[in-house]
């Protein structure tokens, strides 16, 4: 019962977003999404390994497999065909979204942080320590859930990424927002010792001091890393 009422309200709430959409996009640009076979939400393969396009489904029976009426979903050929007094406001649409997407880039990637980061400290504090079966599986349980936060986050992150490849510079962008790996996302319970045999090259991932991120709201790189690898360190 709560699912199914939890897909009606999201049945709702893409009703009302579409009807939104069809105010500022207008009713050809909106249908023409719907004409075209795309991708959709599957964000767990690199951009050089799609698998075959698949239509659309335009049901209300699976609203979670819906493409929505972003501007982003204009095709650039139906906007290549338009007078440039309709063109304007499209194109003009669309930088907006670029600019929307990308704080939801930073968003995403700042909570894959924290995710992994008390993921670490679940490893190190709880689930090492855990002594009886209880113990042990309410620490499993801890850290189970911190793994469904980051891997949510990170598809939140690559589909937005995704996204932006179509929107802007694919250049500068793929330097900005690298593709964040399910490797990048592993919470390690073994410290890096730069004097053991073979450790001096350990690095933490990429995205611990990404640029990446909403400048208001950013921990400073070297706290992120210095807080990382304590968390990590076994006692």
């Not at 320590?129 to 990170?154: I, P, Q, S, Y």
Request: a negative charge.
């Amino acid at each position: 019962m709560d699912l199914a009422n939890k897909r009606r309200k999201l049945r709702n709430r893409i009703t009302t977003f579409s009807n939104t959409a069809v105010e500022y996009l207008g009713e050809d640009a909106t249908d023409s999404i719907y004409n075209i076979e795309r991708l959709v939400l599957d964000e767990e393969v690199s951009e050089d390994d799609l698998p075959e396009q698949t239509a659309p489904t335009m049901t209300l029976a699976h609203p979670e497999r819906q493409v929505l009426p972003f501007p982003s979903a204009v095709a650039d050929e139906f906007l290549e065909d338009l007078p440039e007094e309709h063109r304007g406001p499209l194109l003009e649409l669309k930088k907006t979204e670029l600019v929307i997407r990308e704080g939801h880039a930073d968003d995403a990637l700042e909570h894959v942080r924290t995710a992994v980061i008390h993921l670490s400290w679940e490893f190190k504090n709880t689930v090492r320590r855990a002594v009886t079966g209880a113990e042990k599986a309410r620490a499993w349980d801890k850290a189970k859930l911190f793994t469904r936060v980051w891997k949510l986050h990170r598809r939140v992150y690559n589909h937005n990424r995704t996204v932006m490849m179509a929107l802007g510079d694919r250049t500068a962008l793929s330097i900005k927002f690298p593709v964040l790996e399910k490797k990048d996302c592993d919470a390690s319970t073994t410290v890096s010792n730069p004097n053991q045999p073979g450790q001096s090259t350990e690095r933490l991932p990429w995205f611990w001091s990404s640029s990446a991120r909403v400048a208001a709201t950013a921990v400073p790189d070297s706290e992120h890393e210095n807080e990382c690898n304590v968390l990590v360190v076994p006692s």
